[in-house]
Each structure stands twice: as structure tokens, then as C-alpha cells.
């Protein structure tokens, strides 16, 4: 079945006449016909009566009509859609905290494609100020783990007072990632008293200072490095880094090539007041906005984080 063939026959249904359908679709009676007869015998029903007065739909044939209408009503759709984005224009603001930065790729991938003539920037901001920015109008989305009670409990504003859609995500996660051939790949899980003598890379969640406080280390750690160097040490067999990522193990070893191998990483014995093991993780929002541009942009954002099925449940508005 095609979408012209599908066309074709839903004129004939209008016009009541194969003759009249065929002038105004611009094609030969014969020709109109030959798709006709084709299709039927495709599916193995008889859409229409003929009759001296016209051609009229089967009992079967209404059923059938029927559902061709809804499938044009959708193909209307995707391709008022199509024509809809692709005039777009303006600019989207978002910050993509280092946990989720491997869907970075993907998020400008699919915005270039879509919004060929608006434009998106990803800033770096203070994340306990996140949630008000937005609620504001000085930040459009962000996509960031973080402890939400605390950045709450230090901003002037009380969230619920705020305009800001929270979406939970997975959780995220630690995790060790280091060259393939460290002998800690031995390991199914790396625990910080086996990196205590090891050079440490600290992802953005972890800081030196609640880690001195918890344990010594006879090499000091080394906080927030850019990946590019991070690569470039572990090929090298230089240190560990420690990350944090919403994503399942494998999912996170897919992600790096095969000469880095993941572990998870346990703070054995660490309180949870001295550093956390886990952060939650959202995707923060304005509850309203008429930018279509915006509107736009948030479907395609959901989108992408459901297909890596991140999003722990509907969006909760505070």
C-alpha cells in the first residue's frame, strides 16, 4: 500500500465516480481504475458497488475508507509538522550537566535537523540557581543531576513560589573508568581504599575537600580536568577518573571505546554526609511558554531522554 494509491482511492470515494476522480487527479480513467483493482486484490476485499448511479462503498469497504482517512490525518500531521519547525527561528538556552553530556551529540544532531533556522546554546551556571533562572526566562531547560532540597533550601525563592517544571531522572550512578590494561580491571567493583594510591580524576560532582575528609590519599586527586585531557591520561595508563553517569553499566561502556573498561565505584565505609554516592537527576523546565520554538524543542527533548530510558515517571510540576 502507498500514500498516492491510498490518495487515489479516497478521491474516487468523494468524487462517487472513477471518471470524475481521474480528471481531477490528472490521471487516465483506465489508469485510476488499474490502482483501484490493484489494491483490492492486494488486501482481498471489494471496496466499492458499482451501481448506474456511481460507485459506492462496500460494508467492508466503509471499514477500510475509514481507517485510509486516519492515516492520511497523521501523514497531514508529520507533514504540517516538518514545514512547521523547519520555519522556526530564534535562540534555546540550556545547561547539559557533565553526567548527561554524552547526549549532547545526539540534542544538537536532532536540533540542527529540525530547527535549521534557530540557533542553541548550552551555558555553564551555578546549579542551585538552575531552577530559578528558568522559572524567570533566563534559561530555557537544563538537564543537570543535583541535589535539588539543598539548592532549594539556599535560594531566596521557595520552589513551589517558581514557574519550574521538574522532571525526575535516573538516578546517577559512580563509576570508575580506566585504561583496559590497569590491573584494577580485575575487579567486578573498585572501592575507594583501592584508589588511595592512585592519580585521581574527579568528576564535577566530587571535590577534593570532602574527600580529604574521609580519607587520605598519597597522591593528590585531580578535580575537574576536560575530557579531552582525561582520554589522553588514561591511554596512557595515568590515573583513574572518577565519573558519574544516570546510564547502566554497559550502557556506559558502550559509550567509551574498548580501551577504557568501567567499574562501578563504592565509598566503603564513607558516611553519606561526607560525600554522596548518588545524585538525583532532572530535566527542569518552564511549566508555560508560548515560543513555539520552545514547545517545539521540549517534545524532541523528552524524546530523546525516553528512548534511553531515563525518565522515571510523568512530569511533576512544583
Known sequence: MRLTQVRQILEIEKCTSISQAARNLFVSQPALSAVLNEFEAEVGVQ?????????????????????????MKEVTFIENYAAQVETLTGTITMVLGPSHDFLKSEIVFRF?????NAS?????????????????GFLDFALISLDLD???SNSTDTLQKLNTAIIPLNTCHPYAVLSSIHP????HTIHLSDVCSEQLFLGEQY???????????????????????????????????LDTSP????????????SYQVRPFVFNGVAQTALKTEWPAYFMHKKESHNKLYQWFQKEILQILQSHQLVLQATHES
Open 47 to 71: 471496496l466499492f458497488t458499482r451501481t448506474n448511479s456511481g460507485i459506492y462503498p462496500t460494508e467492508d469497504g466503509v471499514e477500510i475508507l475509514t481507517a485510509m482517512k486516519n492515516i
Open 112 to 116: 540542527r535537523s529540525l530547527f535549521p
Open 120 to 136: 542553541l546554546k548550552f551555558l555553564q551556571e551555578d546549579s542551585n540557581n538552575i531552577h530559578t533562572k528558568i522559572s524567570r
Open 150 to 152: 539543598s539548592a532549594v
Open 184 to 187: 584494577l580491571c580485575q575487579l
Open 207 to 241: 571535590h577534593l575537600e570532602d574527600l580529604l575528609q574521609v580519607t587520605t590519599f598519597s597522591k593528590m586527586p585531580l578535580v575537574k580536568l576536560d575530557w579531552t585531557t582525561v582520554q589522553s591520561l588514561l591511554d596512557q595508563n595515568f590515573g583513574i577518573f
Open 247 to 258: 546510564l547502566t553499566l554497559a550502557q556506559y561502556q558502550d559509550l567509551l571505546p574498548p
